[in-house]
């Protein structure tokens, strides 16, 4: 089956469209044909967006960190026409250390990432099995494999939201929905211009938005990318505690660039 073939005439909320891999992404599924839904807080960049999109888009402004507005998006979205699909690519990243915990930042980032995402699906996904099918993609992160150093929180709510999706895809049946998560490494934008160390294979959007399509396309539950950085995570994350900690302690702390 084509890009082309798989894209036309379908349908897809993306959450988290107003900049990064969610806006590069929203510009390469309109090329192929889908009819997106773009959502975010910052409504003038979606609207900015939207408009440089070749087919049908939708602007819906939704904070995922407050029920309310979430609720209030979601009936904007399936008003007119049911949704074929749901992209979930909000989140908020900051570097931080245990030794400098912050726990209003801590309690932002988790209620963004994970719990935003627990709001997003506890409104699709009723949506999605009463209409018997449906495509459910959550964009989680290298980070939220295993434990590492200076992702205190991004790392934990990118952790749970992988296995949020392994639950999905456990209950639901593969015949009606399709689940998937998607697991980048470092994306050159703004949140990792944050980053005071050397960040390996980094990629610029653009990339990361077309190995992402490419995921969404195959029938591959899960998705980690890019392919070197993701086998050294699986390597690493099969050692004994005892061996795995020192070494990532040791390459993976941070580095002057």
């Known amino acids: 089956m084509s890009s082309d073939n798989e894209w036309a005439g379908k349908t897809y909320w993306i959450v988290g469209a107003s900049s990064g891999l969610g806006e590069a992404l929203a510009r390469d599924l309109s090329a192929l044909g889908a009819s997106l839904i773009l959502s975010a807080r910052n409504e003038t960049a979606l609207f900015k967006l939207a408009a440089d999109l070749p087919h049908k888009t939708q602007v819906v402004e939704c904070d995922v960190s407050k029920t309310l507005s979430v609720e209030r998006a979601f009936k904007q979205v399936v008003k007119e026409r049911p949704i074929d699909g749901i992209i979930f690519c909000a989140g908020i990243y900051k570097p931080m250390r245990a030794q400098k915990w912050d726990a209003e930042t801590v309690e932002n980032i988790c209620n963004v990432n994970f719990v935003g995402a627990a709001r997003i699906l506890g409104v699709c996904i009723p949506h999605l099995i ?90 591959r539950f899960e998705t980690n990318y890019p392919t070197r950085f993701a086998i050294m995570f699986k390597i690493l994350g099969l050692l004994p505690n005892c061996l795995y900690f020192p070494i990532v302690r040791k390459f993976l702390s941070t580095k002057p660039k």
Do not use: C, W
């Open 130 to 219: 009463d209409q018997g099918r449906g495509h459910v993609a959550l964009i989680g992160s290298l980070a939220g494999l295993r434990g590492i150093p200076a992702a205190t929180a991004y790392g934990a709510s990118k952790a749970g939201l992988i296995h949020m999706a392994e639950n999905l895809k456990a209950d639901l049946p593969p015949e009606k929905f399709k689940i998937q998560v998607i697991n980048p490494g470092f994306i050159k934008t703004r949140l990792t211009d944050q980053n005071a160390f050397k960040m390996p294979f980094i990629m610029d959007v653009e990339e990361a938005a077309t190995r992402t399509r490419k995921a969404l396309e195959s029938k």
